[in-house]
């Protein structure tokens, strides 16, 4: 009965390095969020997906970020040429529903060097 | 605009006392949800309790209790018999009919042995 997985949970890079954030929801959701977190703030919606949709990017930076919820595997955020404004917490969190409660991961902390 | 206000940063409390976290919320919505979650020094999120909108009875769950005043927006977050395992950082959280959340900027809480 595993929760929602996260990986890697630390990552570092350097500067204009890409990052990938990995995302496996509960069994049985098929809606996953990401957000960000701050240091010292709360998370901020980013962008809301269902298998091999995007449902909203409102949340998302216009360049550089991107996300993709396949049909198999799991979800992966993924920042291109990062910059040290891009170090933060990033959250997944799962629902089985649109509407239905979201059960959060452990988070990637990602450090840019 | 905020769509959810937090304004206490910081909470003390006794171990065993009672201690209510303030949130208020903004929408025109009739129809959304509130959440609160616990997000402890180990970096996860841990849901806690949720209202629906259109809830006629308060919330609760254990120890936990949501005094929800719809008139007034708020949502406070009531802990009853606190325990020094409850010094966390509480975030609510509002999530609107397109199932977006959003997220207040946190109260620390501190239980005093």
């Known amino acids: 009965n595993a929760g929602v997985m996260q990986n890697p949970r630390h990552l570092v890079r350097r500067r204009g390095q890409e990052a990938r954030l990995r995302c496996s929801p509960m069994?049985?959701?098929?809606?996953v969020y990401w957000y960000r977190q701050l240091p010292e703030e709360g998370l901020k919606f980013m962008v809301y997906?269902?298998?091999?949709?995007?449902?909203?990017e409102s949340g998302m930076p216009k360049e550089r970020f991107s996300a993709e919820f396949p049909k198999e595997g799991p979800s992966i955020l993924r920042i291109q040429q990062v910059v040290r404004g891009d170090s933060a917490a990033y959250f997944c969190?799962?629902?089985?529903?649109?509407?239905?409660?979201?059960?959060f991961g452990p988070g990637t902390r990602l450090t840019v060097l | 605009a905020q769509k959810i206000t937090q304004t206490q940063p910081g909470m003390f409390v006794q171990e065993k006392e009672a201690v209510t976290l303030d949130c208020t919320y903004d929408?025109?919505?009739?129809?959304?949800?509130l959440f609160w979650y616990k997000q402890p020094s180990s970096g996860e999120m841990i849901f806690l309790i949720y209202q629906g909108s259109y809830d006629q009875q308060n919330a609760t769950e254990g120890r936990y209790s949501l005094n929800f005043q719809k008139a007034r927006k708020s949502a406070n977050l009531v802990i009853s018999a606190s325990q020094l395992g409850d010094s966390a950082m509480y975030f609510c959280a509002m999530r609107d009919p397109g199932n977006q959340f959003y997220f207040g900027t946190g109260t620390s809480l501190t239980v005093i042995p």
């Open positions: 069994k049985g959701h098929s809606h």
């Open positions: 997906l269902q298998k091999e949709n995007i449902i909203d």
């Open positions: 969190a799962s629902s089985h529903g649109g509407g239905a409660e979201q059960f």
């Open positions: 929408t025109s919505d009739p129809s959304y949800g």
